[in-house]
């Protein structure tokens, strides 16, 4: 028997349509919102006394803006959360899959710019001269085992701003390998440099970790006792948990753990230039420094359409959303601080954390991706003042 495969063709073309048609008359396809009804959409903040909440409307920004953030981020598979402050007031607010309001996440690299801001106060209160002193004044016991003298002329600027010349941790599968084996002092003469100090940019978690040991040290006390008292408590956070590497120096990378609403605190306090509940807690100068784009070009890697011209500052990024210029702590896994100060915004995003996973280990650069996308997406599409 001869077949005719353009009427087969056509007939299944028509099955298919048939089936689209009725699984969106029956919600089945899962889209819940359309453009038409996003007045549905439910982001009002939850009451707390840790934050003043108001709305969109309150605070002169259009809602079906914040309403299709909300709309896309249903669509990301691994948010917790999502908030957005206006003016220093909670304006809107959900949490997602795993998480809450009460949940205490790893914040991955977004820890980076808490160790830059307990930096700024160190030097503040004479601890650390400034950010010309050398790293290795902070390490004397080594001084008879460094076989690279560049290593004496690296500075905490260096450090932070990851010029210091130390490799990327991605690089290579040893140094991978100990990126979640643990780092200790010693990774300061042991890890060869790839280039002279100040030269160039390469991402580098053991900078930030070195800059923790050296808070430690300076201070002459355990880092997450000094940032408590220093930092935390004065922001209203409560840190029941941060990693130790196998010296019990606290991880200067990452894995301090904190809910959004924390998260939140640190983004206010670098828009409202180290001033949080009138409280000047880290310098004016310190913030705007820490916020310069020192390297630019500093991410290879695409990202998304609206993030772009993507920088590096003292443990904070900077990029370029549409016409926006904005600053953010970013985390592995897509955790975000987000500040757009010609807005007085911020945007929190946590997410799962996909804690060693990198590469080619699973979909966590595709996840990672969604979330930046989500909030650059979201700026992109904000008016300019």
């Known amino acids: 028997m001869r077949i005719n495969n353009k009427k087969l063709i056509l007939t299944a073309r028509f099955v298919v349509f048939v089936v689209i048609i009725a699984l969106t008359n029956f919600g089945i396809t899962g889209c819940t919102y359309t453009s038409n009804n996003l007045d549905e959409i439910d982001y009002k903040p939850q009451l707390g006394s840790d934050w003043e909440v108001s709305s969109p409307e309150e605070q002169n ?80 016991e080594l001084e008879d085992i460094i076989t690279d003298p560049r290593k004496n002329d690296i500075t905490i600027e260096h450090l932070l701003q990851m010029r210091a010349g130390y490799p990327w941790e991605e690089s290579s599968a040893e140094l991978f390998e100990l990126l979640y084996t643990g780092f200790r002092p010693s990774n300061v003469a042991e890890i060869p440099l790839i280039r002279d100090p100040g030269s160039d940019f390469d991402y580098s978690n053991l900078s930030s970790h070195f800059l923790a040991i050296i808070l430690a040290r300076a201070t002459e006390s355990d880092l997450k006792d000094y940032a408590q008292e220093n930092l935390f408590t004065p922001l209203g956070i409560t840190v029941d948990e941060w990693t130790t590497d196998w010296e019990y120096y606290r991880i200067g990378h990452g894995e301090i753990y904190m809910t959004s609403r924390e998260m939140a605190k640190l983004g206010v306090l670098y828009l409202n230039d180290g001033v949080y509940n009138g409280r000047q807690i880290v310098s004016a100068d310190w913030v705007n420094d820490s916020l310069k784009t020192y390297t630019q070009d500093a991410w290879d890697y695409r990202v998304g359409r609206n993030f772009k011209d993507i920088g590096y500052g003292y443990q904070w990024w900077s990029a370029r959303a549409g016409e926006h210029h904005y600053n953010l702590a970013w985390g592995h896994g897509g955790q975000q601080i987000a500040i757009l100060d010609e807005l007085d915004l911020v945007v929190v995003v946590s997410a799962h954390p996909h804690f060693a996973e990198h590469g080619g280990v699973g979909d966590s650069w595709k996840h990672e991706k969604e979330n930046v996308n989500l909030v650059a997406d979201f700026i992109s599409s904000l008016p300019i003042n």
């Open 61 to 140: 920004i259009a809602t079906d803006l914040i309403a299709q953030l909300y709309l896309n981020a249903e669509k990301v598979e691994t948010i917790n959360s999502l908030l957005v402050i206006k003016n220093g007031k909670l304006i809107a607010e959900k949490y997602f899959h795993d998480g809450s309001i009460d949940l205490e996440q790893k914040t991955q690299s977004v820890t980076k710019s808490f160790t830059g801001a307990l930096v700024g106060i160190a030097i503040d209160q004479g601890y650390i001269e400034s950010v010309n002193q050398k790293m290795m004044d902070f390490f004397p």
